[in-house]
Antibody
């Protein structure tokens, strides 16, 4: 079964750091581009970051540029999001999503992990 | 304020046909394909339509998508109670450094 499972969310104080992980299974992870998308409580979806299959190309949303770092370990079938200098407005459910199998769409999503930034 | 504009809500009765609009600009919908996602309550989003009008395997043909100029639409025919969900359009935006942009979402209620 094709699956993505996020982990690493939790409660963190403003200015703090957190590292999210996304474990992939059921497909050849190293062949796929990946993304992080977040959803603040009661709000819509917001794209956060993209990484190519090799990790050589990376994009960030302006809202997280300079604070978040996306990376991947193809040997471990894992995607990561290092989040630093966290702000209250970063509070959201963070989803990882597979990209590129069907057009330019995110065709497989994880169940999400909640990040709460609060003192 | 989302880059793509959707109505916040839509509704219909079982069996009806409903459409959800998504308005953008030349830098996103006008020059790139549109995807639609369905998010059932308390769950992760699911890809519903890709490349404007293509359905992934397993998505019923009651769901269809279209695009014209800088706007797109999602149509749901033969509305069912299980279609009650939030629906989001999305597209790549070529402006600045480029990014994926989403609509604000449309909450569909089946009356």
């Amino acid at each position: 079964e094709v699956q993505l499972v996020e982990s690493g969310g939790g409660l963190v104080q403003p200015g703090g750091s957190l590292r999210l992980s996304c474990a992939a299974s059921g497909f050849t992870f190293s062949s796929y581009e990946m993304n992080w998308v977040r959803q603040a409580p009661g709000k819509g979806l917001e794209w956060v970051s993209y990484i190519s299959s090799s990790g050589s190309t990376i994009y960030y949303a302006d809202s997280v540029k300079g604070r978040f770092t996306i990376s991947r370990d193809n040997a471990k079938n894992s995607l990561y999001l290092q989040m630093n200098s966290l702000r209250a407005e970063d509070t959201a459910v963070y989803y990882c999503g597979r990209f590129g199998e069907l057009g330019d769409a995110f065709d497989i999503w994880g169940q999400g992990t909640m990040v709460t930034v609060s003192s | 304020q989302s880059v793509l504009t959707q109505p916040p809500s839509a509704s219909g009765t079982p069996g009806q046909r409903v459409t959800i609009s998504c308005s953008g600009s030349s830098s996103n919908i006008g020059s790139n394909t549109v995807n639609w996602y369905q998010q059932l309550p308390g769950t992760a989003p699911k890809l519903l339509i890709y490349s404007n009008n293509q359905r992934p395997s397993g998505v019923p043909d009651r769901f269809s998508g279209s695009k014209s100029g800088t706007s797109a639409s999602l149509a749901i025919s033969g509305l069912q109670s299980e279609d009650e969900a939030d629906y989001y359009c999305a597209a790549w935006d070529d402006s600045l450094n480029g990014s994926w942009v989403f609509g604000g979402g449309t909450k569909l209620t089946v009356l």
